[in-house]
């Protein structure tokens, strides 16, 4: 298969950025696969390359300077960067609420869902700016949209990057560079399994919740993620763009008439 773009994608072994990883490897991308888990990586790769596809693996923390330096530098090796996917983010390590969390929380929800987005893109963008061209993807959340109680921190940084997403694109835009952002919600990944969120409620109350009445599938977000950094998006440019079965528009947290924290399964309101 000829190579056709060469694109990152951080957190590309599981969940969201592995099926992005394939996505992106099917359409004749060469993937720069970055993850913290070197074993996930190598088989993601593996079915990559069994796929027909092209994938070189840069195992470690995107949160450490040193792997976004080697990300870079492989990039570099490969040839020039045609797309960067920030895919990699977490809501924990969670507090009970803001009033029980602590400066050592803030500063790792910092480093997971928003500084390395700063840093591999700033380490990235140069040779994009040379070159005329690229697209960047930054992988949100829903909650950087809407209130979450519990979820204070995390939403906070991934406001951080819907609002890094679309001044970006405003400066750089004249470069023939394009950034976008996805939102997200209930992706059934390693992170959020649908089984564990639903625990030992009645699976039929998803759809009180989530218009589509379904958690989502990750190939459902890389398909968007896709449609973002291809050409087919080559007029969209400063946007976030939520993939969420419709909870946004839907969307309703409840305080339990209990007292006991809140809901968003309406029969506890
Ligand atoms: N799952 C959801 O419903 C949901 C909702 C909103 C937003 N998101 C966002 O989507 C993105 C992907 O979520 P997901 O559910 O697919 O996650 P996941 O946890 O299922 O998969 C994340 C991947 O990133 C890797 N990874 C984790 N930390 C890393 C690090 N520090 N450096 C390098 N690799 C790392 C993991 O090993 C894994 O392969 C995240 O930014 C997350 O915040 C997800």
Redesign the pocket.
Known sequence: MAVQRVSIV??G??????ATSHRLARRGDLVLL????EA?AARTAAEISNDGGHCVVVA????DADTVARIAATADELGPVDVLVN?????RPAARDFLHSTPEQWHRMHQ??LAHVLSLTHAVLPGMVERGRGAIVN?????ALRGIPGHVVYSAYNAGVVAFTKSLAVEVGRHGIRVNAIA????D????PAALMIGNRDPDRVRTWVPLGRFGH?DEYARVIEFLTSDAASYVTGHTLPVDGGTLAASGWYARVDGKGWTNFPRHA
């Open positions: 951080t957190g072994a599981l969940g969201i950025g592995g970055n993850d913290v888990d996930a470690g923390d995107v949160t895919n990699v983010g977490d809501f997971l869902n992988n949100a959340t829903i909650e997200p919600d209930l992706a990944s390693e992170q959020t990750v």
